[in-house]
């Protein structure tokens, strides 16, 4: 079984950076994994940020990017705000028509 | 404006059947993969199923193959989902998605609907 690893959570100042990652259990993820990046605040249904590793939605802002960083792929969020509070999901496609979702990171702006 | 409404959600019995639908609008529908990815009550996302623009090919978590079936209606702009044999572990707010492209296994995920709740109890 697939494991997507992800941070439970990571804290940013406002105006910081912060770097998110997702990785799998075992081995590297590479870019034919096509990595995606979805924001969840509660109550809300995801928003698509980045796929395909660094594509970015249309209308996302970009101070959001992706990218692979060593073995993982990675999301980047520049001059973080208030509202960029919210839950990060990764997900993967790892071969045979099957995709993986990582377990979420929470983002705390303060 | 895209939109993706989906229905069909409810209060179920274990070993039951229901079938959820969702209505797309506001682009061209056979253009886009499409995909059903669920949320357990506090819990996170889990990809269900997908299915490439045409149909010739579509995919299934290893915990729904064999309950699940995937289906659209290009003429009437619908995805489907039937499911049946459901279990206390399907319960979920069951999200219709369109792709980022035509073929849902590389291209990802990009519109989500709302969601339809699915709770599976006796």
């Known amino acids: 079984q697939t494991v997507v690893t992800q941070e439970p959570s990571f804290s940013v100042s406002p105006g910081g950076t912060v770097t998110l990652t997702c990785g799998l259990r075992?081995?590297?993820?590479?870019?034919?994994?096509?990595p995606s990046w979805y924001q969840q605040t509660p109550g809300q249904a995801p928003r698509t940020l980045i796929y395909?590793?660094?594509i970015r939605s249309s209308g996302v802002p970009d101070r959001f990017s992706g990218s692979i960083l060593g073995s993982k792929a990675a999301l980047t969020i520049t001059g973080a705000q208030a509202d960029d509070e919210s839950n990060y999901y990764c997900a993967l496609y790892i071969g045979s028509g099957i995709w993986v979702f990582g377990g979420g990171t929470k983002v705390t702006v303060l | 404006e895209v939109h993706l409404v989906e229905s069909g959600g409810g209060l179920v019995q274990p070993g039951r059947s229901l079938r959820l639908s969702c209505a797309a609008s506001g682009f061209t529908f056979d253009n886009y993969a499409m995909l059903w990815v669920r949320q357990a009550p506090g819990k996170g996302l889990e990809w269900v199923s997908g299915?490439?623009?045409?149909?010739?090919?579509?995919g299934y978590a290893d915990s729904v193959r064999g309950r699940f079936t995937i289906s659209r209606d290009n003429a009437k702009k619908s995805l489907f989902l039937q499911m049946n044999s459901l279990r206390a572990g399907d319960t979920a707010l069951y999200y219709c998605?369109?792709?980022?492209?035509?073929?849902?296994?590389?291209?990802?995920?990009?519109?989500w609907g709302q969601g339809t709740l699915v709770t599976v109890s006796s």
């Open positions: 998605v369109r792709g980022s492209g035509a073929y849902y296994s590389k291209d990802g995920f990009d519109i």
């Open positions: 075992s081995g590297s993820v590479p870019t034919t994994f096509y």
């Open positions: 395909s590793t660094n």
């Open positions: 299915i490439h623009w045409n149909s010739d090919y579509m």
